[in-house]
């Protein structure tokens, strides 16, 4: 012999006032989510399946199950806001590992002999860290290591144009 499934189960309270409700009915032999709307007591309006819940059902049970329902989502929302801040941070600490690589394929941090700021980059835990450390090298390694790079302008070959100087005022 079969065990007979209640034809309604879990309701909850959408809008209490109203008289709307979510439960799960038995269709079939699978329960479906379903939304049962009344409208307001003072318009008299009727649906069955809402009295058949309310028979079943006490009004406390039902906003027993409504705020254990609040409580779940809350709970989901907070892992769910949890994993969102690790995932982030995961990716922010891939991005700056991956900063810190590309920095020391540049050749001259690569060649560069000042173990104290490549130790720096190294231990950099932000993004701009790294950056500022990485020009700060790049800066020294341009001025101190190959002082001849530069035109006697000021400009360098390579990495800056020749751009004229702005039209003086008369």
């Not at 009295?51 to 329902?69: G, L, P, S, Y």
């Not at 989502?73 to 907070?78: F, G, R």
């Not at 920095?103 to 941090?109: D, H, K, L, R, S």
Request: charged share 30%.
């Amino acid at each position: 012999m079969t065990e007979e499934k209640a034809k309604y189960r879990n309701p909850r309270w959408i809008d209490k006032e109203n008289r709307s409700l979510f439960c799960e009915i038995l269709v079939g032999q699978n329960y479906r989510p379903a939304q049962i709307n009344v409208g307001n007591i003072k318009e008299g309006l009727v649906n069955e399946d809402f009295n058949a819940v309310m028979e079943i059902f006490t009004e406390e049970d039902i906003d027993a199950n409504t705020e254990a329902h609040k409580n779940v989502v809350i709970e989901q929302e907070e892992k769910d806001a949890e994993q969102r801040e690790v995932h982030r941070n995961r990716v922010m600490q891939e991005a700056l590992f991956n900063m810190k690589l590309e920095a020391f394929e540049i050749p001259a941090i690569k060649n560069s002999d000042d173990k104290r700021i490549k130790k720096l980059i190294r231990k950099a835990k932000t993004q701009l860290e790294v950056q500022a450390w990485v020009t700060t090298l790049l800066q020294m390694e341009a001025l101190y290591q190959v002082p001849n790079m530069f035109k006697p302008d000021g400009t360098h070959p390579e990495f800056a144009p020749d751009i004229p100087e702005p039209p003086t005022e008369p």
